[in-house]
């Protein structure tokens, strides 16, 4: 047990921890980005389809357009994110690998 007042941390570790959220934050949003992005377009050009034809069923349309435009941006992602990936677990492992280094010493 740690006793109140006795645990701090070490101000290199503090600011090498607070540079390792906003990482993962940045890397977290490139990564969201494709998907993010066509999401938008794809719902911008459903409310126009609605607005120019009203007959339309666009419920049923909106969801089997995003389930074919959610698997064709997976297959063309893939090689992306595989690379995307590799490196994000490289730069993670470096970074755990100092942050416990700082605080061992």
Not at 30 to 49: D, F
């Amino acid at each position: 047990m740690i006793e109140i007042g006795k645990f701090s941390i070490p101000h290199n570790l503090f600011y090498s921890m607070v540079e390792m959220f906003q990482e993962i934050l940045i890397l977290s949003l490139k990564l969201a980005m494709p998907v993010i992005a066509v999401e938008i377009i794809l719902e911008s050009g459903i409310g126009i389809l609605m607005k120019a034809i009203p007959q339309i069923q666009v419920f049923s349309v909106n969801v089997q357009l995003k389930i074919l435009a959610g698997l064709m941006l997976i297959i063309v992602l893939i090689p992306v994110f595989a690379t995307f990936i590799d490196k994000t677990i490289t730069l993670m492992f470096d970074t755990m690998r100092n942050s416990l280094s700082m605080l061992i010493t």
